[in-house]
């Protein structure tokens, strides 16, 4: 199984980063796909959760300008952020998880935010 992450990058504050995930290989269906982040000296956290049947769940800190959206056809997920902030940057981390529930990790991409 292979996640494949892109789109993150340098951004100014108030810009805006559309992330992708593709799974491939995946066993089963893929029942859900989400974002993690993780900042430096920080614990890793959930960002966005998207299931196969179309519910989301969102941080807080994001709530509001940040879209998760999913494309089964494709077993990609995509996390369009919105008014980024600094406080945003981080590496960012996707998963999927099987029908069977099994979670797999992709590699992080960095988003890294200037004020």
């Known amino acids: 199984v292979q996640l494949q992450a892109s789109g993150g990058g340098f951004v100014q504050a108030a810009g805006s980063l559309r992330l992708s995930c593709t799974a491939s290989g995946i066993m089963f269906s893929v029942a859900a796909m989400s974002w993690y982040r993780q900042a430096p000296g920080k614990q890793r956290e959930l960002v966005a959760l998207?299931?196969?049947?179309?519910?989301?769940n969102y941080a807080d800190s994001v709530k509001g300008r940040s879209t998760i959206s999913l494309d089964s056809a494709k077993n990609t997920a995509y996390l369009q952020m919105n008014s980024l902030n600094p406080e945003d940057t981080a590496v960012y981390y996707c998963?999927?998880?099987?029908?069977?529930?099994?979670?797999?990790w992709g590699r992080g991409t960095q988003v890294t935010v200037s004020s």
């Open positions: 998207i299931t196969s049947s179309g519910s989301t």
């Open positions: 998963n999927t998880r099987n029908t069977r529930g099994t979670i797999y």
